[in-house]
């Protein structure tokens, strides 16, 4: 079974810069497969990134998706006070299914 | 637009069942399929199961299979999930959630519902 691994739990930042989130995979799996979601308190998950780099409908260029082998990024490039949120990796495959990593919460520095 | 409304929250006793209802707008349902997920508190998100809306052929996490049982009414709109047999472990917020289709390879979940909380206390 694929385990998707975020560290750490938490990242502060301040408005205006840069942050990169991780997200690391068991076992070499497929980045078509690999997207990022952001969940605000009550609310449910955004679709950010799909297919590991493609940015889903709406989602400002600021989001940046990309991949090296097992390991997963997330870059925000320039971070806005509505981006304070917590950050959810998933994968899937035929055998695992659907798996989501842990996730990080960007919290204001 | 694409709108998921999701039924209201529930509270049940340890042994009974739910049914969570997720009602859908702005596309074609039949088109695509709907998934279950959920979030106990403190939790990471863990995929349920799958329906296919149009002909409805379900798949489900092997966790969960024998409790949880997806459905659909296509005049409606209208997917459901109900998980039976239920422990305290089960008090979680339990979203819908549509298959994105995207142009290239893609397994993911574009829509959501806003979420329903069920609470199982004795």
């Known amino acids: 079974e694929v385990v998707l691994s975020q560290s750490p739990g938490t990242l502060s930042f301040s408005p205006g810069e840069r942050a990169t989130l991780s997200c690391r995979a068991s076992q070499s799996v497929s980045g078509s497969y690999l997207a990022w979601y952001q969940q605000k308190p009550g609310q449910a998950p955004r679709l950010l990134i799909y297919g590991a780099s493609s940015r889903a409908t709406g989602i400002p260029d600021r989001f940046t998706g990309s991949e090296s082998g097992t390991d997963f990024t997330l870059t925000i490039s320039r971070l806005e006070p509505e981006d304070f949120a917590v950050y959810y990796c998933?994968?899937?495959?035929?055998?695992?299914?659907?798996?989501f990593g842990q996730g990080t919460k960007l919290e204001i520095k | 637009q694409v709108q998921f409304v999701q039924s209201g929250a529930e509270v049940r006793k340890p042994g009974a069942s739910v049914k969570v209802s997720c009602k859908a707008s702005?596309?074609?349902?039949?088109?695509?399929?709907m998934h279950w997920v959920r979030q106990a508190p403190g939790q990471r998100l863990e995929w349920m199961g799958w329906?296919?809306?149009?002909?409805?052929?379900?798949k489900y996490s092997q966790k969960f299979q024998g409790r949880v049982t997806i459905t659909r009414d296509t005049s409606a709109s209208t997917t459901y999930m109900e998980l039976s047999s239920l422990r305290s472990e089960d008090t979680a917020v339990y979203y819908c959630?549509?298959?994105?289709?995207?142009?290239?390879?893609?397994?993911?979940?574009?829509?959501w519902g806003q979420g329903t909380l069920v609470t199982v206390s004795s």
């Open positions: 998933q994968h899937y495959d035929t055998s695992s299914m659907y798996t």
């Open positions: 329906i296919n809306a149009g002909n409805g052929n379900t």
């Open positions: 702005g596309y074609t349902f039949t088109s695509t399929a």
């Open positions: 959630a549509r298959d994105h289709h995207c142009s290239t390879t893609c397994a993911d979940f574009d829509y």
